[in-house]
């Protein structure tokens, strides 16, 4: 067997009904017969997307590693309303998926979808490619993805969400940010251009954002929170996957997260990834349960055994590696692959590096220059992505 055959092969086995806009909340059946663990209702939470007026489920849809489109049908069934997914999905695959499920309900559900291309004629052709994909003549809104830096936002950009919202394309012009929100949102609010932030908010990043995501909704925008669970671990990490799953499972922190995410009203709604429906059900859960002090103290413990490997995000490490490596960026995509079970998405991201960049080997270096002030172990993990990337 080949090297490539062989990585392969090795990363296969250890990677392994219409929403009532109106009303604040409401308690609706869930429909299907298909799951083993349903709860007699679930009560879903209305919140108001900012200046937009669109009332959304609290708890939304990401699409990012869902690969059974019966799930996404199922979700729509329930009164989910909102579904985001992005050009860059599982290589493009998943914006078909979304669409195909989602065809019969499209005028009742918000549908957004985003484009990382870096000019205006490329943001307007993967902005074509995505309306063909998700069978529709429009999406609800359409985001800029993955800037950090105000210099990350060109005029072209603002140019394309222009011309597409004339156009009725898009309804409403969004951008999406990992990291970097201290710097950006400001900028993004001066600008006056956009409708909607879509923002990593978690219980595990620095309690700044919350004023961050705070300056955002009073200005208007309407504020989605991705990136909820913290990494997640649904798959299990590398160091213990068992275990970790077994943990997560008995001690519901995926839910707390959840939870604590939801208890900031400046948060419109969430994107949590769901793969399956026994994690759409507990996902809506949190739409009708507070946040407690037994969910504060299962967070904790769980932050505890994260620290080793979550990046939170806070924007230390930038600059910091003497070879110029955007270290979070790339623990963000080992993130995808390891925890997120998406190999595909964390290779396509980190094949954007310049060849430069992508041949920086981390064992070459006889000491590091980056300290990450929350225990991350950054060298393991980065010659981790570099190992499986390269």
């Keep these: 067997m080949n090297s490539d055959a062989s990585r392969r092969s090795f990363l296969v086995a250890g990677l392994t009904a219409p929403a009532a806009l109106g009303s604040a909340s409401q308690t609706l059946p869930q429909k299907s017969s298909s799951s083993p663990k349903l709860v007699p209702e679930t009560k879903f939470e209305y919140r108001t997307l900012g200046k937009t007026g669109l009332k959304l489920t609290s708890v939304g849809f990401g699409t990012m590693i869902t690969s059974d489109g019966t799930v996404i049908e199922r979700a729509a069934d329930m009164g989910v309303n909102y579904f985001d997914t992005a050009r860059g999905y599982q290589s493009g695959n998943c914006e078909r998926m979304v669409g195909a499920a989602l065809k019969s309900y499209r005028k009742k559900i918000v549908l957004s979808t985003k ?4 000019d205006k004629a490329g943001l307007l052709e993967h902005l074509e490619t995505s309306l063909r994909e998700l069978q529709t003549d429009w999406v609800d809104i359409w985001y800029l993805h993955a800037k950090s830096k105000p210099s990350d936002v060109t005029d072209e ?3 394309a969400q222009a011309i597409a919202k004339k156009q009725g394309k898009i309804r409403f ?3 999406s940010t990992h990291g970097g929100q201290t710097e950006l949102v400001p900028h993004v609010i001066g600008l006056k251009h956009f409708d909607v932030l879509l923002t990593s908010y978690n219980f595990a990043m620095d309690p700044s954002m919350s004023a961050v995501v705070a300056s955002a909704a009073q200005a208007g925008l309407g504020v989605v929170g991705m990136k909820v669970m913290a990494g997640g671990q649904r798959r299990g990490a ?3 996957s068992d275990r970790t ?4 499972g008995r001690d519901g922190a995926m839910l707390a997260a959840l939870k604590w995410t939801l208890k900031d009203r400046n948060v419109h709604t969430t994107i949590p990834s769901i793969t399956d429906i026994d994690q759409l059900d507990e996902n809506l859960r949190a ?5 407690s002090a037994t969910d504060e103290k299962v967070l904790a413990a769980h932050l505890r055994r994260i620290s080793p490997d979550y990046c939170r995000m ?3 490490c930038t600059d ?4 110029g490596l955007p270290v979070a960026d790339i623990l963000r995509y080992w993130m995808y692959a390891e925890n997120y079970g998406d190999f595909s998405l964390g290779l396509s991201n980190y094949r954007e590096l310049s060849s430069e960049l992508g041949g920086v080997r981390c064992g070459e270096c006889t000491s590091c220059s980056v300290h990450c002030p929350n225990g991350v172990q950054v060298v393991r993990r980065l010659s981790r992505a570099q190992e499986c990337f390269a």
């Design 115 to 118: 484009s990382a291309a870096r």
């Design 157 to 159: 950009m603002l140019e």
């Design 173 to 175: 012009a969004g951008i």
């Design 238 to 240: 590398s160091s213990g």
């Design 245 to 248: 799953r077994e943990i997560l």
């Design 287 to 291: 739409m009708g349960s507070s946040f």
């Design 314 to 316: 806070c924007g230390t």
């Design 320 to 323: 910091m590696c003497d070879k």
